[in-house]
Antibody, heavy 122, light 107 residues
Framework: EVQLVESGGGVVRPGGSLRLSCAAS????????LSWVRQAPGKGLEWVSG????????GYADSVKGRFTISRDNARNSLYLQMNSLRAEDTAVYYC???????????????WGQGTLVTVSS | AIQLTQSPSTLSASVGDRVTITCRAS??????LAWYQQEPGKTPRLLIY???TLESGVPSRFSGSGSGTDFTLSITSLQPEDFATYYC?????????FGGGTKVEIK
């Protein structure tokens, strides 16, 4: 059974940093691309960042480019999102999602974690 | 980045109705379009990918169509569990985008 479990969310002040993690199991981790998708309270889904199977191809939404860094550790079956210079508008539930086509992250997503809440507030 | 515009943003319907949701892309996306359903407090559920391919386990009352820039999600004979928010998503480029969502409410 495919499982994606996010952790690392919490309350942080504007300008602060946070590192999210996503622990994966139930599939061959380095066969798939992965993404982070967020959802602000009462709002829609927003793709944040994606990474291909070996980390060679990475993409970011304009809203986070230069502030967030995605990475993966295939030996640990884990995905990460380092978030710096956080703003109030980054407040959201952050989901880890597995791409449904081999290797790339520009795909549709059959598997999602339960999400971790990040709150940016003073 | 490619923008996806969904309409309507809210739709009121009754059990048994047929409903149609539209997703328009700001440029051509070939057949790289998916649809998701999200119930309140739950994670998104993939319904359809590649415009019209039904994900395993999704009821056949859901269908998708379209090409180029204009796409639709249709639900025939709306069921109580279908009242939720629906999102389209494009994966034609390496900067993914979602539509703004369509909330299907009980009339």
């Amino acid at each position: 059974e495919v499982q994606l479990v996010e952790s690392g969310g919490g309350v942080v002040r504007p300008g602060g940093s946070l590192r999210l993690s996503c622990a994966a199991s139930g599939f061959i981790f380095d066969d798939y691309g992965l993404s982070w998708v967020r959802q602000a309270p009462g709002k829609g889904l927003e793709w944040v960042s994606g990474i291909n199977w070996n980390g060679a191809t990475i993409g970011y939404a304009d809203s986070v480019k230069g502030r967030f860094t995605i990475s993966r550790d295939n030996a640990r079956n884990s995905l990460y999102l380092q978030m710096n210079s956080l703003r109030a508008e980054d407040t959201a539930v952050y989901y880890c999602a597995r791409g449904s086509t081999y290797y790339d992250y520009w795909s549709f997503y059959s598997y999602w974690g339960q999400g971790t809440l990040v709150t940016v507030s003073s | 980045a490619i923008q996806l515009t969904q309409s309507p943003s809210t739709l009121s319907a009754s059990v048994g109705d047929r409903v149609t949701i539209t997703c328009r892309a700001s440029q051509g996306i070939s057949s790289a379009l998916a649809w998701y359903q999200q119930e309140p407090g739950k994670t998104p559920r993939l319904l359809i990918y590649d415009v019209s391919t039904l994900e395993s386990g999704v009821p056949s009352r859901f269908s998708g169509s379209g090409s180029g820039t204009d796409f639709t999600l249709s639900i025939t004979s709306l069921q109580p569990e279908d009242f939720a928010t629906y999102y389209c998503q494009q994966f034609n480029t390496n900067r993914l985008t979602f539509g703004g969502g369509t909330k299907v409410e009980i009339k």
